[in-house]
């Protein structure tokens, strides 16, 4: 005689198949819900001339591979754009760009957030003077700040240079970028460009300029520093991405791949022979260093 099977226990039938339901909700989920994607930090694609671009761009590539963090650069189309509007296009919500690198100013960090590591050893603050070569006499070595002071300087429009500059008693003509003050300076309409030491080789070479000439033997200097900033909405990448890049700091990989993008173009322009004109800054951050 067969003898009827008897159904298990409810609650036995309730568990699994409570079980069951669980395990094809979750698959279910992990179907419809791809691993959620790193931050995308756009950024303006440096030109082929912009040295200093490039250098930031591979040192935060290699920051952000340190770090592990979670977040991708992403270039823009090279375009022509000041760096006030770039600031604003930070600060905005649904602006076109997330990050950016710029002399540290305590304005600049009302509007945007500074990532407070030196990307420059300083240097962005060590100026040679661009002139005229044919007024070469007129800029000696032995050449005073009071001298200069009647002299007019040109320095782009939303530069912090500008103030920095006016604040030491220097006049200074304003042009919209680094094209239109070389320009301006051709036509006479400055004296100098006061240029950085990481640019100015560059960006005569590219010019082609045999009328202008970098004054020998002298150079302005101010404590300056170029950080980068991040826009609305990726503040909280901030703290991880300066401990990357101090880490790179430390272990001496920053330096080294400085000196891979600039220590040439420094070594030609003889910086330890050049006497510096020192003047102040009152436009740098509270806590501001530099990290050689």
């Not at 603050?125 to 661009?130: A, D, E, K, S, T």
């Not at 322009?269 to 260093?289: D, E, K, V, Y």
Request: charged content about 25%.
């Amino acid at each position: 005689m067969t003898l009827p099977r008897h159904p298990p226990p409810a609650d036995t039938v309730s568990t699994a198949g409570l079980r069951r339901r669980w395990l094809l909700s979750a698959a279910l989920l992990a179907r419809a819900s791809p691993a959620r994607a790193a931050r995308v930090l756009r950024h303006m694609q440096p030109s082929a001339s912009d040295r200093f671009g490039r250098y930031v761009v591979r040192l935060l590539a290699e920051a952000i591979q340190r770090g592990r963090l979670d977040c991708t650069l992403q270039p823009l189309p090279v375009q022509r754009i000041i760096q006030g509007r770039l600031e604003l296009e930070l600060a905005q919500p649904e602006g076109r760009a997330d990050l950016m690198w710029a002399m540290a100013s305590r304005q600049r960090e009302t509007q945007v957030t500074a990532v407070r590591v030196p990307l420059d050893r300083g240097l962005i603050g060590w100026r040679v003077l661009v002139v005229r070569r044919d007024e070469l006499p007129r800029w000696p070595r032995t050449l005073s700040l009071e001298q200069l002071q009647a002299r007019r300087a040109g320095q782009g429009l939303h530069w912090p240079d500008v103030d920095i500059l006016r604040s030491n008693g220097l006049r200074v003509e304003t042009g919209l970028d680094a094209a239109a003050l070389y320009a301006m300076l051709r036509k006479g309409r400055i004296d100098y460009f006061p240029r950085s030491v990481l640019e100015v080789t560059d960006e005569l070479s590219q010019l082609a300029a045999s009328d202008l000439a970098v004054v020998p033997g002298l150079l302005l200097r101010y404590p300056a520093a170029s950080y980068v900033y991040l826009g609305t909405g990726t503040e909280a990448l901030a703290s991880p991405l300066a401990d990357a890049l101090r880490a790179l700091a430390a272990d001496g990989r920053m330096r080294a791949l400085f000196d891979e993008f600039f220590g040439a173009q420094l070594a030609a322009l003889q910086l330890p022979q050049r006497r510096a004109i020192s003047l102040g800054n009152p436009l740098n951050p509270p806590g501001f260093t530099l990290i050689d």
